[in-house]
């Protein structure tokens, strides 16, 4: 979810080494990519990295799903050790998934902004970026467009999925489309169902950038006026939430700055914090991939007819993680919970676990022990 | 804090009738307001409401103090019932402070933008409005107002301070500094301190209203362009710290609008109330106010020195009630707990107490039956 957390994310053990973006076209023009609503899109690029060797058998492969502001760098690094993936402490040689074992591959989503086709991308029909005229899409899409990537590396089952929040979900939506195919399925932090109060918080992040005067309804790549002001407003907001009371409480109190009395900059300690955060996320992010990859967590629901989910559970071969956090209260243990509860009914085999962290729903992204050897396990059948 | 809640907020008993605000300069220039920074103000005007009748012995008074974003206007109603007071429920005849027995004051807060000179006042060195070269102020600067305002009323002592949140928050600094003005004193899901968390909204808050485009550092009165997108995602975010998850849950649920599948406009029906209560929020509120007051919110910490605090506390006459609400989560029972905590350790005659309801926040302007009970109870000395 962050590149910078509060926790020390210092990874352990070895190094993915260094890794390269690659790239591939998966679908065009003679073979668009049909999404769940009906609509057709073409070209469908993908940005994607691999870890680790795939075996002969084909049968150690792991996917990694981003969550909402990831990419498809997950673990090593681009050439220097400052830009080790996102999930670096969790993936790499002797890590908890452990490269000298499994294949992880792992992608940029549709409706990105880091390599694979998204709303800042040029739409061939009218030789300009799509901005607001990209199609909606689904969760169901987003995993679907993953599956047509391991697809053309030759994969046809997975032994893990894992994700963390939206990448859980992801994970949680084809596991349910496609159980015969994956062996493991990893839901971390992750909801089959945003609560009131979660699209609340997407909602105003939302508006802050599309009430934004320079977000020209979309329009805004090339010119010279970005959305800035409401990207980054809306990353504060949504962090605020990453992160829990306690740990805000322990890095940050009540500190302050060096000024001199009240001013309406930056006084206090938590605000340079919010304050970096915003503006390191213009470097990275655009608004619009903000917009799309929020509004599909808002509508994803794949228990809300439940009997029929439970029906089409029953009998999943996968077996499934389910963690969840403390402190965590954008995706609290209550939406593991529900998870878990829907899992039961069906018969399934799975592990629940809440975690013990003072870090709130970044903890996924951090070397919690407890958390870390969980995953190790889980994956070894061990648990 | 709202005027618009999501409980059922319509009062109990009959109302305090037709009331008007009125307005009085409490300094001029011969006789300026001294700010606790030492800097001076004037002139400075202030609008205030009152209901009921002061007695003989002048003995029955009771100030209330707003909140953030609250106004003089608490009870009655301006010539039609849809114009209520904010606190209607609580205040008026045979309600928790009866207005056949209490005379109650209420003032538009300094900095305020509803009759009280603040920020959008002019600055007769300029002959413009303030703008953000109002001076900034303290809690203590808040209640000092108010009580010039009662000096001039002829009150030189008070049966009871009360108010919510902020409102709360100045009558606990007006308790501590003048114990002997004050009978009782009623903090109602206040703080002495705000957390990280709380300051982190607070900033996010400051930053869309201080980084929309229109903002104009804070000079954009009487011009065509108005910082109205920051000041109502300002409204927005702060609103959902309001409310409690059950209560959107309760309220809201994931019940959607007629759209046909995702739009980035009103999906969900929480997002047409939040949307609602952004713009309604800009017809009656200006943007510089909101910085003012949420800024000395954070600064408030009046037991930044504990021994001194508990040592100055002690032998002080006034009786506090403590109250908070169970889904409060802006401000938690937590911190009516460290209120008492001092208080008890300096051996204060005080109740605490929690009350049960699934509102959050807004609790304090509803009228929860236990709470009234408790008012009702504590003012009559009965708790």
Redesign the interface.
């Known amino acids: 979810m962050t590149h910078e957390t509060l926790g020390s994310g210092a990874g352990m053990g070895a190094s993915a080494g260094r890794v390269e973006t690659q790239h591939v076209r998966l679908h065009d023009e003679d073979d668009p990519f049909v999404l769940e ?1 009906g609509e057709k899109l073409a070209p469908v690029d993908v940005a994607y990295e691999t870890y680790g060797e795939l075996n002969a058998e084909r049968s150690n492969a792991i996917v990694v799903c981003h969550a909402l502001t990831g990419d498809a760098h997950v673990a090593g690094h681009h050439g220097e050790p400052k830009t080790e993936g996102w999930w670096d402490s969790m993936i790499g040689p002797g890590k908890p998934v452990d490269t000298d074992t499994y294949f992880v591959v792992s992608s940029n989503l549709l409706g990105g902004c880091a390599g694979t086709t998204g709303p800042s991308s040029i739409d061939p029909a009218t030789g300009k970026p799509y901005g ?1 005229r990209f199609p ?1 899409f689904s969760v169901r899409d987003l995993a679907k467009v993953q599956r047509s990537l391991l697809r053309k590396l030759g994969i046809e089952r997975l032994y893990a999925g894992m994700g963390g929040s939206l990448g859980g979900m992801q994970i949680l939506q084809w596991a349910l489309d496609h159980p015969q195919e994956m062996k493991n399925a990893l839901l971390i932090c992750a909801s089959s ?5 979660n ?3 997407s ?2 992040a ?3 950038i ?5 977000f020209q309804n979309g329009d805004y790549y090339g010119t010279d006026r970005q959305p800035d ?2 990207l ?2 809306a990353r ?2 949504a962090h ?1 939430t990453y992160v829990s ?1 306690q740990a ?2 322990r ?4 500190e302050r700055r060096e000024t001199e ?4 900059g930056i ?5 340079s914090y ?2 970096h955060q ?1 503006d390191k996320f213009l470097k990275r992010f655009d608004a619009n991939t903000y ?1 799309y990859l929020s ?2 967590m ?2 994803f ?1 794949p228990f809300a007819d439940e009997a029929a989910a439970v029906e089409r559970l029953r009998g999943n071969p996968t077996r499934f993680l389910v963690v969840s956090f403390d402190t965590d209260w954008r995706f609290s243990t209550a939406h593991s919970l529900e998870i878990a509860r829907i899992l039961e009914k069906a018969g399934c085999d799975f592990v629940r676990e809440e975690i013990a962290s003072p870090w709130g729903h970044d903890s996924f992204l951090l070397p919690v022990p407890a958390y870390h050897q969980l995953v190790r396990d889980f994956l070894a059948g061990k648990r």
Chains 1, 2 share one sequence.
Not at 251 to 254: D, L, N, Q
Not at 267 to 271: A, C, G, H, L, T
């Open positions: 609503s607001l909606h169902r945003l609560t009131p109060e699209i609340a918080f909602s105003v939302r508006n802050a599309m009430r934004d005067v320079n002001s409401g980054s407003v504060m907001l605020i009371g805000l409480e890095k940050f109190g009540r009395g009240p001013t309406f006084d206090f300690q938590i605000e919010l304050d915003g917009l509004r599909v808002d509508y629901d």
